[in-house]
């Protein structure tokens, strides 16, 4: 049994999965016999040669900033998805040059699990962490009885729809309005059912800030307050520690994202020192990166003469002239109906017709340098 009794023993556990993919190791051997050893020069060379993500090369300058050294990695984290979204903490380990193997995800967006699939492996796919939890056949094993995890993940990454929390939501202040939604489940059972199953020695849970905000207008509660009393009345055989930041998007780039990060650590393999460690080295992070200048979110963005880029546009521009037409069955009606009074009521010509082009071209508007 792992005891961790220092930092350098939380770094290697996280880092140092004790479990190894026999089926990866058969894969890489099969590949090494079909490739001569000229390629595989060449293949790791290409390889090495490969740009590290901006924000991976900052944590990585940053880390050894502190004094901090970063433990060699052998067998692969056993790493464990819910509400998988675009796989992102999948990008954060390869980026970070730390092997994993997946033991299963979850996500009901058919367009966020095709982008995770064509960037990562799993064991499976699950639309849900209800379907998770009750070890149903997945997206890729649709004929099984069963896709259950059979290894002990090491980390648990997950996160619980925000709906329910967000300060955008209409009537989100209003009383009994956050527990009552329809949503709420996936955070008050869910989650919880989730961490019983597995207990992973370390795991951590996203949400939107609005989960700290008061549970209703004039209240000392909160959805974060309600989630932690809620763990001591579930049935753990370890339990784990729990430590709670909040950490904002805008110290690495020009955009406002902040976001609550519950994070846990199992009781019989972490000390209380352990924890603190983590939370300390954790904010000495975010200060060094808060001391460095974000980039623009534009940065971030494809050249709009990238060719993905003017595809995409193409394929929404085809899709916003698809409008109903005088012939079709009804549907569509309302809405020109709705359209043609919103139009009476700001007095706008019924012939007048705004930029509906993505070139942004209309009647009248010169082909500007600007324009383009």
């Not at 997946?102 to 699939?117: D, I, K, M, N, V």
């Not at 932690?228 to 055989?237: C, E, T, Y």
């Not at 909040?246 to 000390?271: A, E, G, H, T």
Request: aromatic share 8%.
């Amino acid at each position: 049994m792992f005891a961790a009794g220092s930092w350098d023993a939380l770094a290697e556990h996280v880092l140092c999965s004790q479990h190894s993919s026999d089926l990866e190791a058969e894969d890489a051997r099969c590949a090494s016999d079909l490739l001569s050893e000229e390629e595989d020069q060449d293949s790791s060379s290409s390889h090495a040669q490969t740009k590290q993500a901006w924000w991976a090369t900052l944590l990585e300058q940053h880390t050894k900033d502190q004094g901090f050294s970063i433990p060699k990695r052998q067998d692969p984290v056993a790493l464990f998805s819910a509400c998988t979204a675009s796989f992102a903490e999948a990008s954060v380990f390869k980026e970070l040059g730390i092997p994993i193997r997946c033991l299963g995800t979850s996500e009901p967006c058919e367009a966020f699990r095709e982008f995770a699939q064509s960037n990562h492996d799993a064991d499976h796919w699950h639309l849900t962490m209800q379907d998770q939890i009750e070890d149903k056949p997945c997206t890729i094993h649709k004929d099984a009885t069963s896709c259950c995890v059979v290894v002990q993940p090491d980390y648990l990454v997950m996160g619980t729809p925000c709906n329910p929390f967000s300060r955008q939501r209409n009537k989100r202040f209003h009383e009994k309005s956050v527990m009552q939604h329809e949503l709420a489940q996936h955070t008050f059972t869910d989650a919880y059912l989730l961490l019983e199953k597995y207990e992973p020695p370390s795991a951590t849970m996203e949400q939107s800030d609005g989960f700290s905000a008061p549970l209703h207008a004039g209240s000392d509660d909160s959805p974060l307050k309600r989630f932690l009393a809620g763990l001591d009345s579930r049935k753990f055989k370890h339990g784990h520690y729990v430590v709670v930041h909040k950490l904002d998007m805008k110290i690495w780039v020009k955009i406002l994202r902040n976001r609550i990060w519950v994070n846990f650590f199992r009781r019989d393999l972490y000390s209380k020192q352990d924890v603190v460690r983590f939370s300390t080295i954790l904010q000495a992070l975010v200060k060094q990166q808060t001391n460095t200048e974000p980039i623009e979110i534009d940065e971030l963005l494809l050249d709009t003469n990238h060719t993905l880029w003017k595809t995409e546009l193409m394929r929404l521009e085809a899709n916003s002239k698809r409008c109903p037409s005088s012939s079709d069955d009804g549907s569509g009606k309302e809405w020109r109906t709705q359209i043609a009074e919103w139009r009476d009521k700001l007095s706008v010509s019924s012939s007048y017709a705004p930029w509906d082009d993505l070139n942004l071209r209309a009647r009248g508007l010169h082909i500007t340098p600007r324009v383009q």
